[in-house]
């Protein structure tokens, strides 16, 4: 009897149109509103999607730089400021400014204590009293974090003789990046070889920013130049009047 | 989506309960619809089919109760099966369906769906006692009603 019954059963089946008319009337009656996993599914995609973005937009927004700060006096680093002014990263061109930024443990702080740091840092102050010259570039995209931090930077080396601050653009810095320098090694770079057409990136390179100075005022001022330093008036004059 | 899944069975359990189409309909966007609306979240494919078994039964006897039906006789009272059915099992289900209700659903619960007495018991609100009692005079009935051969 039991798979008689069963088969018997078995016979009964909804009818297509009455499954039809059903899904009609559930679909009119809740416009369309599914219940069960997909709504889980879309909620939960949507919530991933948030998240995402969020982490996303938050990691680009902290790590993407702002602004770059470049010293130069023979280390040569360049700090790479993001838009809360704190230091992303860091680079340096050359061995000594290596030397340097291995002493110093400046990531992720803010950017005028890292720079206070560097100029108070054994090395930096010895290079300092020893009379060689410090140049340090702000370089960012004309935005108002650029010139504070530049004003700032200018009152923290208002004591030091030999210091110049200025600001430049982004676009000029990427040519000195490809030629493997910094900003301020760069730019001194283009004044040797307007007056030297001869000198070299790799002669640059491990040059004092002193040396250099000496060189383009012994270059420009036709022999006049050398240990002493009559540029550095001019030099800062110079270099305010690059500022922009 | 459960429309495809269910609409077998709960077609079943309205033949048992209703005697025409236009009810069968009823009961279908009532069962649907309340198990679209409802905030029900279920454990298990068998709790969920449970829910469906039990909300069925239940739609039905609401419909059955209800104002209307109690006081208008359909003039179509006449069961509805597919023409084309063969005469064997024609005679078992009007076997079935000549029983009173209660021994119906005992009967298609536990020969069709499978479950036993004491989960009949649970999805119906009943003694465990009171389903093997219908089960069993259930038996009895469609023994004679089908002359007794071969069924057990």
């Known amino acids: 009897m039991n798979d008689k019954i069963k088969e018997a059963f078995e016979q009964i089946q909804a009818e297509d149109e009455l499954k039809q008319n059903t899904k009609n009337f559930i679909f009119d009656k809740t416009n369309g509103y599914k219940k069960g996993k997909a709504i889980n599914y879309h909620r939960l995609a949507s919530a991933f999607a948030c998240i995402a973005f969020l982490a996303v937009g938050s990691h680009w927004l902290y790590f993407t730089p702002t602004v770059e700060i470049s010293i130069d006096i023979n280390p040569s680093v360049e700090l790479d400021v993001n838009r809360f002014n704190r230091i992303i990263s860091f680079e340096s061109y050359n061995d000594d400014g290596q030397k340097l930024m291995d002493s110093l443990d400046i990531k992720f702080m803010d950017y005028s204590e890292a720079v206070n740091q560097i100029i108070e840092s054994e090395d930096v102050v010895s290079l300092l009293s020893d009379g060689e010259v410090m140049t340090i570039a702000v370089i960012g995209t004309d935005n108002a974090q650029s010139q504070a931090i530049l004003s700032n930077i200018q009152a923290c080396t208002a004591g030091e003789r030999n210091a110049y601050c200025y600001y430049a653009h982004s676009e000029e810095v990427e040519k000195a990046h490809e030629a493997g320098l910094s900003y301020g090694k760069y730019k001194a770079y283009l004044e040797l070889q307007a007056l030297d057409p001869a000198i070299t990136v790799d002669e640059i390179r491990n040059m004092t920013m002193r040396e250099i100075r000496d060189l383009l005022s012994a270059l420009s001022g036709g022999g006049n130049g050398g240990a002493n330093r009559p540029g550095n008036g001019n030099g800062r004059q110079n270099r305010g009047n690059r500022k922009r | ?152």
């Not at chain 2, 309205?14 to 189409?21: A, F, G, Q, V």
């Not at chain 2, 018991?121 to 009943?126: A, D, E």
């Open chain 2, 1 to 152: 989506m459960a429309i495809e899944q269910y609409s077998n069975m709960v077609r079943r359990l309205c033949m048992i309960h209703l005697k025409n189409y236009a009810d069968t309909e009823d009961i279908f966007q009532t069962v649907f619809l309340k198990y679209v609306l409802s905030s029900v979240s279920f454990d298990s494919k068998e709790h969920e089919k449970a829910w469906f078994i039990r909300v069925t039964i239940n739609a039905c006897k609401d419909f059955l109760k209800s104002f209307f039906r109690s006081h208008v006789t359909s003039l179509d009272e006449i069961l509805e099966m597919p023409a084309e059915m063969p005469e064997d099992y024609r005679e078992v289900l009007e076997a079935v369906l000549s029983l009173p209700q209660k021994n119906r659903e005992v009967i298609y619960l536990h020969y069709y769906e499978g479950y036993t007495a004491p989960e009949i018991s649970r999805i119906l609100g009943k003694r465990v006692n009171t389903i093997y009692t219908l089960l069993t005079r259930s038996r009895q009935m469609l023994r004679e009603k089908l002359g007794g051969d071969g069924y057990e």
